[in-house]
């Protein structure tokens, strides 16, 4: 079985790519997610956040607000590396598990996990693939101004990854999501493919 990643640049198409791989049936795990579990609270990756960055980026009800925690970490590159030691580790591990008990005689051709950081993490050296969403820098814009984002916010965020031109550098699979839903689902439908096939040649005795 391949292990696969899924990445791209903030409001760039993973999340309608992601949705049209597991519409194939191809299994899929949105690591991002999982972050978000793990800072919910009696989980240690909360206590530790609580820790690191104060009460004060905890709601009315003692959760973990995000936006105010992305507030504090896209603007300081060092805030965001140590929540990276937090949370990293322990998705890395959940992961591992995944893919482990997918890795079966009758199981799928190749897995997915989707996530933003997979390269700046350094993950993909675990990966056999990488799927890298991208579209027009204009298009990006766009789409986080409708998720109502300032300016500043935008900013922060596209800069806090790795530029898309040098993501895609690394794709086994680039695909493009700037044209119609129809134009991308052509584009994954031809990876799933591609993947199915070297997949089935690895799982051959």
């Known amino acids: 079985m391949l292990r696969v990643g899924l ?42 956040t ?6 004060e980026v905890l709601d009315a009800n003692g959760k973990v607000n995000r936006a105010k925690l992305g507030g504090i970490i896209f603007a300081d590159a060092q805030k965001r ?6 949370l990293h580790p322990r998705i890395l591990d959940i992961l ?3 893919f482990a008990a997918l890795d079966e005689p ?6 997915v996990v989707e996530a933003a950081l997979i390269v700046e993490a350094g993950y993909n050296r675990n990966l056999d693939k990488l799927i890298v969403c991208w579209c027009r820098p204009e298009q990006q ?5 409708l998720r109502g ?13 790795m530029p898309p031109d040098e993501k895609r550098k690394l794709a086994d699979e680039a695909i493009d999501c700037s044209g119609s839903i ?13 993947l199915k096939l070297a997949g089935s040649r690895r799982n051959i005795p």
């Open 106 to 111: 009758e199981g799928p051709e190749f897995a």
């Open 50 to 55: 609580v820790a690191a960055f104060g009460r």
């Open 7 to 48: 990445t791209g640049g903030i409001a760039t198409g993973k999340t309608t790519v992601a949705s049209m791989l597991r519409d194939r049936d191809v299994p899929v795990l949105d690591a991002d997610l999982l972050g978000h579990e793990l800072l919910e609270p009696g989980q240690a990756a909360y206590e530790e």
């Open 96 to 98: 591992q598990k995944w």
């Open 81 to 86: 590396a140590r929540l990276n030691q937090i």
């Open 141 to 145: 814009l766009e789409r986080l101004a």
């Open 149 to 161: 984002l300032s300016m500043e916010e935008v900013q922060q965020r596209i800069g806090a990854q």
């Open 182 to 194: 129809e134009e991308t689902q052509q584009q994954v439908n031809r990876a799933v493919e591609k």
